[in-house]
């Protein structure tokens, strides 16, 4: 504790001299043990911890760049200070972003440039979100330590209604985590004991190409069209234990067109690539769930390859299923967009120019 006559001397200084700066005056105040508040300059953020601070900057400053590109600030990290250069809106947006990310830091997540840009397009879509609130809904952690979690509020509805309803549809375009997502709580809730099984389903429908007959058994038959779930499975899984789980039966390779007569009991079932559905496959799939399981739909409707004159399933589903409370319905838009940052322009480009919908007026398929 100061005492009295060199809290005097201090105070004579500051008056005598003055302060030009905010750090001179900030010393000042540790120096008296006086707290004052507002009194750092808005363009700057003081923090306590460096070590914290400096898994939000990353190496390098590798975690400031997407700040900089995404929100057109520029960010200097300096010790415990970051200062922010820009117009007054878009630093608002960056400072809050440094600040979610100290937080998330301080509760343990890992902090890395692409999570720094979908925190930038979060705030970027809608300025009143919580980054913190929606990053630290953790749903799983990989095989390699990372914590899987929503990166946009859809995704975070999405995981919430997963929870909530024992039946959803997430619908939207490439690359908004649908499939991935709907995987890693499926994981989750299998090691939790939530269910006893996964099963996977996919219809096997070509992309625009036709393969002819593919050699093998149905499971080595089927796996060309379920390789995006096995993917994502050994994403989080170690492979060795995928491959054990499929063995005995705890993992399931489920064909569209083998479901029909059974009920699916204690399961987390997973329909991908919904759109290529028909009516028929559809209601005989949604009709299998039995006690104690969930199912999870997903689908792009901009890419239905069915042909032309055939009713995707999915598209009627939503269409059907909306006025029942108890099934879950999540949009995706191409701001959900998680992949490389050229996939929403260029699903959005596609959309400008009307290629999708001109197509599905040519005859054939689509």
């Known amino acids: 504790m100061l005492g009295g006559s060199v809290v005097l001397q201090l105070w004579e200084i500051h008056f005598a001299v003055g302060y030009n700066s905010w750090r001179e005056k900030r010393s000042l105040r540790i120096a008296l043990g006086v707290c004052i508040e507002n009194q750092q300059p808005s363009n700057v953020l003081e923090f306590r911890e460096i070590e914290r601070l400096s898994a939000v900057v990353g190496e390098l400053n590798k975690n400031i760049h997407p700040i900089k590109q995404n929100l057109d600030v520029d960010v200097q990290a300096r010790g415990t200070t970051v200062i922010f250069t820009g117009n007054d809106d ?43 609130e929606t990053f630290s809904d953790v749903v799983y952690t990989n095989r390699k330590g990372h914590s899987i979690f929503p990166r946009s509020e859809n995704q975070r509805e999405y995981i919430a209604s997963i929870r909530k309803c024992d039946v959803v549809f997430g619908v939207g375009p ?28 996919r219809p096997a ?23 995006p779930l096995y993917d994502a499975m050994n994403d989080m899984v170690e492979p060795g234990r995928v491959e054990r789980m499929i063995e005995r039966g705890i993992i399931e390779v489920a064909p569209l067109a083998f479901m029909r007569g059974r009920t699916l009991a204690n399961a987390f079932v997973l329909l991908d690539e919904a759109q290529n559905t028909t009516s028929a496959q559809m209601k005989m799939f949604l009709t299998r769930i039995g006690v104690g399981s969930r199912a999870v739909i997903t689908g792009d409707t901009s890419q239905i390859d069915l042909p032309y004159n055939a009713t995707s399933g999915l598209v009627e589903a939503i269409e059907v299923l909306r006025s029942i409370d108890k099934i879950g319905f999540v949009e995706f838009q191409t701001t959900d967009v998680v992949r490389h940052g050229l996939v929403s322009a260029i699903i959005e480009a596609y959309e400008r120019a009307g290629v999708l919908n001109k197509e599905r007026t040519r005859g054939g398929r689509r």
């Open 90 to 132: 878009s630093v608002a947006l960056a400072k809050n972003v440094v600040e979610s990310l100290y937080k998330m830091a301080g509760a343990g997540l890992y902090i890395n440039p692409s999570l720094v840009s979908h925190a930038c397009r979060l705030l970027k879509n809608n300025p009143d979100a919580s980054i913190y």
């Open 174 to 201: 490439a690359g908004t985590g649908k499939t991935y997502l709907a995987m890693a709580m499926a994981i989750a809730a299998l090691m939790k004991g939530d269910v006893d099984r996964i099963i996977l389903c």
């Open 205 to 227: 429908v070509e992309a625009g190409e036709r393969l002819g007959y593919l050699p093998g058994n149905m499971v080595e038959k089927v796996d060309p069209y379920l390789r």
